[in-house]
């Protein structure tokens, strides 16, 4: 077990490597040129002597080659780096997004989790009843919504529309914005901003974990074991939950657990529209801006905290099923 | 069972925490969003909260020896206060002395600027011409690597530090002892003046200078000596928070006079949409109104709005080196002039809320006068369908179908193709040349325009900004996209330059532009407009000035 750890933990090192390498290429092929569109604000040309200075700076003006490994050299010193844009350091610019689209992730998985697996559950076990085609329409629609669209309905409904009616604080939801104090890292004193953001995020998810949880319950419930045990006289409750759910809960883990990765640096449309400061919104304005520094550094993160994660999913089918032993080869 | 059990066990705990912390919670903190606005009495005080600002996105740079972009200028412009600044309170925008007394040139090249005395920054030290050189050598110099420092071209020797050759700009001069600054530049311009108007020129007190590393003044409370100061540091993505300068000594309005509001909270927004959705739901006093709903926002009887014009055009210009180009296309340059649908522009895609332009230079710029264009910027489908046939009558054909080109992505997609159809109209096969907006604009310089989309914001207003950019031939290759190259005009630019009298140098100015638009290198197609909306209850004295700053000194929140 610890051994498949490591050797999991040392495959980091070369998927790091490639993804970051693809991604510097692809900053040299992709036209746009980070100075032009630094200085060139409103499409003016930028002077000789102005983008000499700043290529300088940057080392802009130095072969690929060159570039490659000064920024390995430094990435591999702890160094991230600075924004071509802003002139600020990567890690700075690291420290106040990635704890922010992280506590987002995690809320929203939290959600898809609770309310996926539950939403699931129910309707495998009332199969083709008035519930289960109700939750199959709403998950229908969750799944299908842009995000950006539910983003601007709830807008309207829980901000705009409130303040036109006049209506008190209490009863109203911000527009836009990312809480300021946490405790716990997780839990905000300004948690009224939070809550849009996170059901908007978690909306496709849900939606998703609800229809393949109730799948693979279904699939589950026709196996022998299932029967064996009602026969044995354990409680329904007993057999849906511990003998039903729990086989059926892989697949719907390893969709949580990957969905928990990608979150963290994709949510770039909920993000935009709530104001989040998070690492997906970032990302994307970087790359418009061609400012490889902070999309390098920021994916960099991205990367490893994908592959602890998916090490993470890997690790705790042991934990659903027993008859899994990671890391024990077949001697 | 007891797997089962801890996995609900560990689902209760997380959900029970959430719950307690919930009740922890309480209050909405008020400090940052939803604040609510404390009461103010009469006139002076009160806290703005500005959501149309920043409602596009964080500026990259507020300090304003590096701010390219207008909003981050914004900034600068309140916490500093140049040599001059314009008024445009009159029916004709005036240059007035800010911190310069007065100014002097025979020559149009070296310039003799007078310091007004007992000026101080906000930390209590004094502003002096040191405070201008030094402030200067930073801004131009290869290690800040600002953007904008091009806006320094016509000082003597500022190219040199730009590029790392020298440290000291060689044509500016500081003696802090008769309060004179002396500035010898490259050419005779007597525009001079109004080009240190622009926050680009600041000065800066000596904390500046002392960092090891000039691009990171703005991370931390910039020092400054305008209307407003910085009690906290720029908080990224999230605020910029601004708070009256008790200290300042009045800019153009006259010694002891104040800024009324308390504070201004400019809030950070990531899209246009859901800052004005906040703007709308309450949360602020101020909002950018977005794409398509000018009509609407401009109609709604509670609100106020900023909507005049400001110092912007969109307009496409016609390489002259083109199959378009020549002496012997005019007329099908003239016909593609009138035959464009403006109005059909304006309504269409800006709802309305652009003005239709008369010539290149809009109002708001000291030498501005009607009728630049002449004819050639109103519509008129008939005459433009005769010149068509008088061109081809005359044997005029083209090798392929008029390309236009425009940045994709940008809001220009309906413009291009309204002009495509009316192109069509008059019988002149058009195609759609959309192109990467990341490289838009360099392509075009380098020969690739045909009918292509372009702009210009003026940096300041003078009839020079935009003409010697856009119609000199030195600026083939940067921002003439037209490649337009005539003599007269070249002469009648650089002769304006080195014209004292405004009058006649204003004069010059005006014949450069109307021969450009004679020849049908550019095709104006409007003029901007503020787009600020703010609830008339509560705000007052909201002036947005041609050059797109609001005026915050003189902002009030009603009680």
Redesign the interface.
């Known amino acids: 077990m610890t051994g498949y750890v490591i050797r999991r933990l040392l495959l980091v090192i070369p998927v790091v490597w490639g993804a970051l390498t693809i991604l510097f290429i692809l900053f040299f092929i992709v036209p746009g040129d980070p100075v032009e569109l630094m200085a060139g604000a409103s499409g003016r040309a930028v002077p000789d002597a102005t983008r000499q200075a700043i290529e300088q700076q940057f080392g802009l003006d130095d072969p690929i080659i060159v570039q490659y490994g000064n920024f390995w050299k430094r990435t591999l010193t702890g160094d991230l780096g600075t924004s071509y844009a802003s002139r600020r350091p990567v890690a700075d610019i690291l420290k106040e997004t990635f704890p922010n689209s992280l506590r987002l992730a995690i809320w929203a998985i939290v959600i898809e989790t609770v309310v996926g697996i539950s939403v699931g559950v129910l309707s495998a076990i009332r199969r083709y009843s008035l519930a289960d085609n109700v939750t199959t329409v709403i998950t229908a629609l969750a799944a299908s919504i842009p995000v950006f669209v539910l983003g601007f309905i709830f807008q309207q409904v829980f901000g705009v529309f409130p303040n036109e009616q006049g209506w008190p604080e209490w009863a109203r939801l911000p527009v836009q914005g990312t809480p300021e104090h946490w405790n716990f890292f997780l839990f905000p004193s300004d948690w009224q901003y939070l809550i849009l953001p996170m059901i908007v995020l978690a909306s496709v998810g849900t939606a998703l974990v609800a229809r393949m949880t109730r799948t693979t319950m279904l699939e589950v419930s026709r196996a022998d074991y299932m029967r064996t045990a009602r026969a044995k006289g354990v409680k329904e409750r007993q057999v849906v939950l511990r003998h039903g759910l729990r086989n059926a809960l892989i697949p719907v883990v390893t969709l949580i657990g990957l969905d928990l990765a990608n979150l963290i640096g994709a949510a770039i449309i909920t993000e935009t529209v709530f104001n989040w400061r998070g690492m997906g919104r970032q990302i994307a304005t970087s790359i418009f801006r061609r400012d490889a520094p902070v999309v390098l550094g920021l994916t960099l993160v991205l990367v490893v905290a994908y592959v602890l994660i998916n090490l993470l999913v890997d690790l705790s089918y042991g934990f659903f099923d027993p008859r899994v032993r990671i890391g024990k080869e077949k001697s | 069972?007891r797997?089962?059990r801890r996995s609900f066990k560990f689902?209760a705990l997380?959900?029970g925490?959430?719950l307690v912390?919930?009740a922890?919670?309480?209050d909405?903190?008020d400090?940052?969003?939803?604040a609510t606005e404390e009461q103010p009495s009469g006139e002076a005080g009160g806290d703005l909260v500005d959501l149309q600002n920043f409602a596009q996105?964080e500026p990259?740079?507020i300090d304003p020896a590096?701010a390219?972009?207008l909003q981050g200028a914004q900034i600068g412009a309140l916490l500093y206060d140049g040599l001059t600044e314009f008024d445009f309170s009159g029916d004709e925008p005036e240059l007035k002395g800010q911190v310069a007394e007065k100014w002097e040139s025979d020559d149009g090249i070296t310039w003799v600027f007078t310091i007004k005395d007992g000026q101080k920054f906000s930390d209590g030290t004094d502003v002096l011409p040191s405070s201008f050189k030094k402030a200067w050598d930073r801004a131009a110099?290869?290690e800040l690597?600002?953007?904008?420092?091009?806006l320094y071209?016509p000082i003597k020797g500022a190219?040199a530090v730009?590029?790392?050759t020298a440290d000291e700009i060689e044509g500016v001069t500081a003696d802090d002892d008769a309060m004179t600054l002396t500035v010898e530049l490259e050419y005779p311009f007597f525009d001079f003046p109004a080009v240190v108007s622009h926050p680009v020129f600041s000065p800066m007190p000596d904390a500046a200078f002392e960092l090891s590393d000039p691009?990171?003044w703005e991370?931390d409370v910039m020092v400054g000596n305008g209307p407003f100061k910085q009690d906290e540091p720029w908080e990224?993505?999230?605020a910029i928070k601004l708070v009256r300068n008790d200290d300042w000594s009045g800019g153009i309005y006259g010694e002891g006079t104040k800024a009324k509001l308390d504070s201004v909270d400019f809030r950070?927004?990531?899209?246009l949409?859901?800052?004005f959705?906040?703007f709308?739901?309450?949360?602020g006093d101020t909002g950018y109104i977005p794409a398509g709903r000018f009509a609407e926002a401009t109609g709604n009887p509670d609100w106020g709005n900023a909507t005049e014009g400001n110092l912007g055009i969109y307009h496409f210009g016609i390489n002259t080196e083109s199959q378009l180009g020549g002496d012997e296309n005019l007329k099908l340059r003239e016909a593609i002039a009138i035959g464009i649908d403006r109005e059909a522009i304006n309504e269409t895609v800006y709802d309305g809320s652009r003005r239709l332009p008369t010539g290149i230079t809009p109002p708001g710029v000291p030498g501005y006068e009607d009728g630049a264009c002449g004819d050639l910027c109103t519509y008129d489908a008939a005459k433009a369908q005769d010149l068509v046939d008088e061109w081809k009558a005359d044997g005029g054909t083209l090798d392929h179908p008029i390309k236009i080109n425009f940045n994709t992505g940008s809001g220009h997609e309906e413009v291009v193709a309204i002009i495509q159809q009316n192109l069509q109209d008059i019988g002149l096969e058009a195609e759609l040349d959309g192109r990467?907006p990341?490289?838009?604009?360099?392509e075009m310089?380098q020969g690739a325009c045909e009918l292509c989309r372009?702009?210009?914001?003026w940096d300041y207003p003078v009839q020079d900004n935009a003409l010697y950019?856009l119609l000199d031939s030195a600026?083939i290759?940067?921002?003439n996209l037209s490649r337009y190259s005539n003599a007269d005009v070249d002469d009648m630019i650089s002769e304006a330059r080195s014209t004292e009298d405004d009058g006649d140098r204003q004069q010059l100015y005006r014949d450069a532009e109307a021969q450009a638009l004679k020849d049908v290198a550019y095709i104006p197609i409007n003029w901007y407009n503020g787009q600020i909306v703010y609830p008339k209850d509560k705000v007052d004295n909201f002036v947005q000035t041609p050059l797109q700053f609001v005026l915050y000194e003189n902002v009030t929140l009603a009680s």
Not at chain 2, 280 to 283: P, R, T
């Open positions: 069972m797997r089962q689902l997380i959900l925490l959430a912390a919930a922890c919670g309480g909405d903190d400090d940052g969003q939803g996105g990259d740079h590096l390219g972009v110099s290869d690597a600002s953007e904008i420092n091009y071209a190219t730009t590029e790392g691009t990171q991370q990224h993505e999230v950070i927004s990531a899209d949409d859901s800052a959705a906040d709308e739901a309450g949360n990467d990341t490289n838009y604009f360099a310089r372009a702009g210009w914001i950019a600026s290759d940067g921002d």
